[in-house]
């Protein structure tokens, strides 16, 4: 405490108010990964995490099933200060009956329903989302949305407007916005020739997601860039320069 009112004293100085800070941050909910605590398996049957993520999936103690990362996000929460948020990734239905027979691009709200029923039990501010472009036999060749495969790029076209509708239902649910994360593994371990037209494709995809009617004061999309992923080191389709300006150009 001693060395906290040595430090108010400093920011007071230069006119800062600490006291304030602290209490206006205990009012912003910061949104956690769901991911961090199996390895980002999830549990849709998607396997070991591929496309360029370096993750196994074996680190000791993972949670096997969406009950045990619930108990270890319920304590991990109970540790952490302030409001929080929770982001989960697409692969982390919970499908039931379903498991096996339904795909990524035939998700529904009922899909992640005790996810909204447990976060609601400890108390969260909201659900984040992200389509999980990754992982899946449906990566081909290192490509998803910029895939020259047209079955490829519109098999995860319609899992990134199923997972809009999905983001829908959790800003219904908790009365709060729901952030769409889009990120793609998309990237070649060989220098290409062509680096415009995967560029053209990826874009022509987004569109086609975005056409979606959609709320935009509930759902909020963001698209992320990726420097580079292992085992596809030497051309990136979604690079920050393109996600700059695809995001400026298109309102998100």
Known sequence: MERYEQAKKL???RGADTDAAIKRLAEIPVS????????????DGGGIASGGIQTTGNYPGRARTPEELMQDIRFAFSL??????????ASYAILG???GKTDRDAYRPEHFAPWVRFAKEI???GIDFNPTCFSHPMVRNGLTLSSPDEETRKFWIRHCRACLKIAEYFADEFGSYCLVNIWIPDGLKDVPADRLTPRLRLKESLDEILA???DRKKVRVAVESKVFGIGVESYTVGSNEFYQNYAATRGI
């Open 11 to 13: 920011f007071a100085e």
């Open 123 to 125: 108390g969260l501010a």
């Open 32 to 43: 956690v990964h769901c991911w961090q605590g199996d390895d980002v398996l999830g549990f």
């Open 212 to 214: 979606l009617p959609y």
């Open 97 to 99: 009956e379903e498991q």
């Open 80 to 89: 952490m200060a302030g409001k929080k948020r929770l982001n989960l990734h």
